[in-house]
C-alpha cells in the first residue's frame, strides 16, 4: 500500500522558535491534511490542502502541497507550549475512494 | 454538544474475550473509520464505511468486524482471532468530497 515518510520523528525545541516538519510520499495524493493529537485525545485536523503548489495558513502554522503532489510541509512559527503535541500528516488520493494514509507523527516538545 | 462520540475511553478484558467499542455521530456524516493507534506509529485504517449498510476492510481488519445499520453509529468488535488487541483505537467520521476527518476522543483497550 501507499507509504508515508514523516520527519523528523520528533523534535524538542525553545519556546519562541519556529518548526518545520515534512511528508513524503512515493505516490501521488490529491488531498494532504495536517493533523494535531493531544495526548491521550483524537487528532484534530489542522489545515486541508487540495491543490499543487497550495500554501494555507491558519494562525501560526503553515503548510504546503508540493508541485510535485508527493510531499507537504507544516511549519509552525514562534511556538509556544500549548503546541506539545504529535503532529500527523495524511495523504488522500481519488482512488483510495475516501481513504486516507497517515505518517508516523512527529512529536513535537516545546521547553518554556 | 456534537461530533464524534466514542465509549467507553478505558475497557479492560481477558484474553479470548471479544469486545465491542461504540462510535456515534451526530455530525451528518456519510463516511465513518476505525483506526488503530499503537505507541508511536502512525493511524492504520482498520475497517470504513461510506454509506449504511456497506463497509470495506482497511489494511489491518483481520481479527475486527463492524457494522452500519444506520448513519449515526459505526460499532467495531475487537474479536479473540486478533494476536495484539491492546492499542488505543479512533473513530473518525468525514465527507466523502473533502477527505478531512473528525477524531472521536479514542478508546484504550487493554487485553490482560
Known amino acids: 500500500g501507499q507509504q508515508l515518510n514523516q520527519s523528523p520523528q520528533s523534535m524538542f525545541i525553545q519556546e519562541g522558535e519556529d518548526v518545520s516538519m515534512n511528508c513524503t510520499s512515493s505516490?501521488?495524493?490529491?488531498?494532504w491534511l495536517w493533523y494535531k493529537q493531544d495526548p491521550g485525545e483524537g487528532p484534530v485536523l489542522l489545515i486541508a490542502?487540495?491543490?499543487?503548489?497550495e500554501l494555507t495558513s491558519n494562525g501560526r502554522l503553515t503548510a504546503q502541497f508540493g508541485i510535485t503532489r508527493k510531499d507537504s510541509f507544516l511549519n509552525i512559527s514562534a511556538s509556544i507550549p500549548s503546541d506539545v503535541g504529535i503532529y500527523f500528516c495524511?495523504?488522500?488520493?481519488?482512488?483510495?475512494?475516501?481513504?486516507?494514509?497517515f505518517g508516523d507523527g512527529t512529536t513535537l516538545t516545546v521547553k518554556p | 454538544d456534537g461530533g464524534i462520540t466514542q465509549s467507553p475511553k478505558y475497557l479492560f478484558r481477558k484474553e479470548g474475550q471479544n469486545v465491542t467499542l461504540s462510535c456515534e455521530q451526530n455530525?451528518?456524516?456519510?463516511?465513518m473509520y476505525w483506526y488503530r493507534q499503537d505507541p508511536g506509529q502512525g493511524l492504520r485504517l482498520i475497517y470504513y464505511?461510506?454509506?449504511?449498510?456497506?463497509?470495506q476492510k482497511g489494511d489491518i481488519a483481520e481479527g475486527y468486524s463492524v457494522s452500519r445499520e444506520k448513519k449515526e453509529s459505526f460499532p467495531l468488535t475487537v474479536t479473540s482471532a486478533q494476536k495484539n488487541p491492546t492499542a488505543f483505537y479512533l473513530c473518525?467520521?468525514?465527507?466523502?468530497?473533502?477527505?478531512?476527518?473528525?477524531f472521536g476522543e479514542g478508546s484504550r483497550l487493554t487485553v490482560l
Open positions: 495524511a495523504g488522500r488520493a481519488n482512488t483510495n475512494a475516501g481513504k486516507s494514509t
Open positions: 505516490s501521488i495524493f490529491n488531498t
Open positions: 490542502l487540495y491543490k499543487a503548489g
Open positions: 455530525l451528518n456524516h456519510d463516511a
Open positions: 464505511s461510506q454509506i449504511v449498510n456497506d463497509f
Open positions: 473518525a467520521g468525514g465527507q466523502q468530497g473533502t477527505g478531512e476527518l473528525f
